[in-house]
């Protein structure tokens, strides 16, 4: 009876160790553990997994950004984790420390830190990158509040979300960067956009977006982590004309992929009128200034088709309009330039902007991101170019467009040189860009503005470069808004290599934006101007 006994009660002893799989061989928090074992810890409010400790012991610890307990004392996370709060009124955490592998997918730094990738492949956690500066009215310095701000890379894509400036006109902004094995930014180049109610979007008109170099970031005495804070984030901002104020927004989310950034979204009452935004990183954008009216708002980048929503506008601002990927393919454009009347060696970049935002005055407009060729880098076009997956919409068709020493040949007395305009249509496939147009030697734009816009401090002397065999020259000088505000013509030729130049004698008032651009011409045709960024200059 005895042995009977002995074996029932062995039989219930194996019975109960099969069900609970073991847990006599379970340990404690922080106690070494079996992972073999089929549930190898216990006795925790949190989760505890069998993992190795910074000695290569298994123990039972908290995963990485699992709850914990912030009063344990050792903390019982990873090796490369320590107990915090994320954030006040949060539950506390294990989160990496600076230097620990991460997953930028699922970022579980410690606050202060993000998760981002380094040249050598590796993400791991490293100090938070931020740019900030004021955002102020370009006439009068007052501060703008309620500004946005948002940073784009070279291609045009969105690093950040939005930063609203406060009543001071600060913002600030997190951004990404490639790190070194320092955790140091690597060179790379971003840029600003910055809109507000009644003020001119900046980059626009006559301005363009200087780029700015990552590695000037410092340490932030201040408010914690590395710091972009210079004069070229400082964003100042031109007062709308008066008629084109008091208007309501348009604002909404790009949701395609969980929120796409980068994505240049317009409103347009008709192909030829379009007013814009970008959505931010998270997909969030808002067109400011939009007059009363029906508007399709449509969205442009390279390699997504957005489709557009219907919009009636009347004072109020209009919010949430959601843009949603449409089914409809998308284009391969080709086409081919020809470079005419240059020193050999130079090539261009040709770039596609929406017909909706595009000034004849100035041949400025959007540039949605990814429309270029070479899709980013210097330009290196001398012939065939092939833009991929284009969204359908009206476009025109510019080459010569950046600093490059070329121009769009002006002549309009032969063939290729007109500005090129067409229409993509939805649906897969490919598309000729007919005929090819020609660019030619830019001249020279000695000042002012020839490496940048630039201050002055009284009207200026408009000075260029010739060329060969003209007869005449003309200049213009057009304002911010695109208004021709002075102009001077036939003047003739210095003679030789000689440079030409005249006193400007228009409008120069505080806070506005001029450019002058010259024309050489021979008999009644145009046969170069000076570049379309260079020449712009303001009352400092």
Known sequence: MKNARWLVCAALGLVFAQACGGCSDAAGPGEVCDPEVAEPCEGSDFTLVCRADAQGDTRCLHPDGGRCDIEDDPSICGPDASCVVPAAGEDSRCLLSEAAACDRTNDQCAPGLVCEATESGEDRCHTELFVQGQVFDSTTLDAIEGAQIIAFNEEGSALSDVSVSDASGAYRLQIPALRDAEGAPVQQFFTLRGSAADFQTFPGGLRTALPIDTTTAVADAEGGGLVIDTAQTDVALLALPESDQGFASISGRVDIGGGLGGVLVVAESDPDTGIS??????????????????????????????????????????????????????????????IVAASGGLQSSVVFVVASTFDEVSVRGEVPAGLRAPRSGAPNIDGEWTI???????????????????????D????????????????????????????????DTVSPGAEGPEGLSEPPTLTWGPASNAQSYDVVVFN?????????????????????????????????????????????????????????????
């Open 412 to 443: 309009e007395g032969i063939s290729g040189t007109e500005l090129v305009r067409t229409t993509i249509e939805a649906g897969e496939g490919s598309f000729d860009v007919t005929p090819s147009f020609k660019v030619t030697a830019a001249l």
């Open 480 to 540: 911010a808004y695109g208004d021709i505000v002075w102009e001077a013509t036939d003047i003739p030729p210095a003679g030789g290599n000689t440079n030409l130049s005249v006193d400007y004698d228009g409008p120069f008032e505080e806070g506005m934006y001029y450019q002058f651009r010259a024309t050489a011409r021979r008999a009644d045709s145009a046969i170069s101007t000076t570049e379309d960024l260079r020449g712009v200059f303001y009352k400092q």
């Open 277 to 338: 935004g970008v959505s931010a990183r998270n997909g969030a954008f808002t067109i400011f200034n939009v007059p009363p009216g029906e508007y399709q708002v449509r969205g442009y980048i390279a390699g997504t088709q957005v489709e557009p929503e219907q919009v009636s506008m009347a004072d109020a601002p209009v919010d949430n309009v959601v843009l949603t990927e449409s089914a409809e393919g998308l284009k391969d454009v080709s086409g081919q330039i020809q």
């Open 388 to 410: 991929e997956g284009v969204p359908a919409g009206d476009y025109y068709v510019l080459a010569g467009f950046e600093n490059d020493e070329l121009v769009r040949d002006p």
